[in-house]
């Protein structure tokens, strides 16, 4: 099966993901059996962190942070603009108010200064975003945290695999979440993971992933098996045993993933190094990046073609190149429901009118890297490049 289009991004499914979820679908458990757990533990073991509570999706393991941290109505979580729309919903999900702090212009990452200004007495967490696979600057935005007393949420669903300072992504802030959608490094088809330091917490979420019922064995042992209780109001987050075989599988296959697309990353980087008006954001020296995206801005000045002329011609070329993201204090739902607009966020703002996501996936050929590169350069070259 291929699609017509070079997408942006796809899953790398091989034989061994599919024995293992076809053995999952033989065994008795399609759903919260031992590969559930399997697959907690050998997460925890990889990133090497304390709890992890595997969820049904990204967007999901973020509203478990939420309900973890007791956000509530009229609670206010500082959150980046360029970012998908959940990392901003999962506050509203909670009854609370996200609060949009602007991006650093080079490496479009939630800016600790920016941060520090939207803090008010009503400030109960920050959620970061490690924009495109490249991990916020933890230690900076803990300085500003830490001395308030401020959790800080990862959303770490574009940076599995990658490390900040030699620390792994997934010890670095208090909550950190992943989502295993099929463009991102490893894939259960929907699923997501909830990971932290805190017992309490992670205990906390694998109630609320399941109805808000206390699942203590032993009481249940004691009381008899058909007794459960629920404690508070939950969902249903479950992740299906069958999707964490795949998971399990994936999770082996995630350091080689990580750097094909550092590699294909590599080709870019120099490809676009001698043309001035495609300019790769910024990647801090203390960071090892995991290259979800494939980030570029185009000046239009400079290439004599606008944004969008280029990305319809690499669309029209089958190359299938994205803008990641309309910034969401944007969105008609924010504006109306909280009074966001244009001017709030310039840096993101000015940002969206420019950037451009090239497709990176491990799976991608040598020949299809070239081919993107050629694209570019055949649509800004008649105008502007300048070889340097
Ligand atoms: C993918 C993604 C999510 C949501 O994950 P799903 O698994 O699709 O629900 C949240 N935040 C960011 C930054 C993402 O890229």
Redesign the pocket.
Known sequence: MSFPVLPYGRQSIDETDIEGVVAALKSDWLTTGPKVDAFEEKFVELLGVDHAVAVS????A?HCAMHALGIGPGDEVIVPPL??A??ANCVVFQGGVPVFADVDPKTLLLDPVQVDRKISRKTKAIIA?DYAGQPCDYDALDSIAKSKNIPIVA?A??SLGAQYKDRTVGTLADISVF???PV?QITTG???MVVTANSEWAQRIRRFRNHGISSDFKQRAHEGSWFYEMMELGFNYRLTDFQSALGISQLGKLSGFVRKRQAIADIYNQAFASIQGVSPLEVRSDVAHAY?LYVTRIASEALGITREALFAALRAEGIGVNVHYIPVHLHPYYRQKFGTGRGLCPVAEEAYERILSLPVFPSMAVGEVDRVVSAVMKNVRPSGSMPR
């Open positions: 999706s990204g967007t999901a973020l970012t998908f959940a990392t975003v959303d669903c574009h989502s295993f959608h991102k929907e699923g997501g979800h």
